[in-house]
Nanobody
Framework: QVQLVESGGGLVQAGGSVRLSCAAS????????MGWFRQAPGKEREFVSA????????YYSDSVGGRFTISRDNAKNLVYLQMNSLKLEDTAIYFC????????????????????WGQGTQVTVSS
């Protein structure tokens, strides 16, 4: 089982930047993808970005295209989400997730693809 801990959230001004980190521990050898999701009050949890663990292929939602960048450090079991040009709409709790279940055709933007979740880190964008 994989344990995930997010960090780096906080208060940031609109137009600013912040970098989130996710540290993975435990049985990480079966993990094939890491993803970031977010959830605002009263809203459903939505996909933000994902990265394949071995090849490093990246995936982004249309809402954050061109502003966010996901990356990983395999040796340190870390995944990052660099968020630039932040908007008020980006305010949410950001969750890190790991995918390790055997799925014939895994979809990186689907919640059910991911097995383990972190506790989340709050990002608040102010005007």
């Amino acid at each position: 089982q994989v344990q995930l801990v997010e960090s780096g959230g906080g208060l940031v001004q609109a137009g600013g930047s912040v970098r989130l980190s996710c540290a993975a521990s435990g049985r990480t050898f079966r993990t094939y993808a890491m993803g970031w999701f977010r959830q605002a009050p009263g809203k459903e949890r939505e996909f933000v970005s994902a990265i394949s663990w071995t090849a490093g292929n990246t995936y982004y939602s249309d809402s954050v295209g061109g502003r966010f960048t996901i990356s990983r450090d395999n040796a340190k079991n870390l995944v990052y989400l660099q968020m630039n040009s932040l908007k008020l709409e980006d305010t949410a709790i950001y969750f890190c997730a790991a995918a390790s279940s055997v799925i014939v055709f895994p979809r990186m933007n689907t919640i059910d693809t991911y097995d383990q979740w972190g506790q989340g880190t709050q990002v608040t964008v102010s005007s």
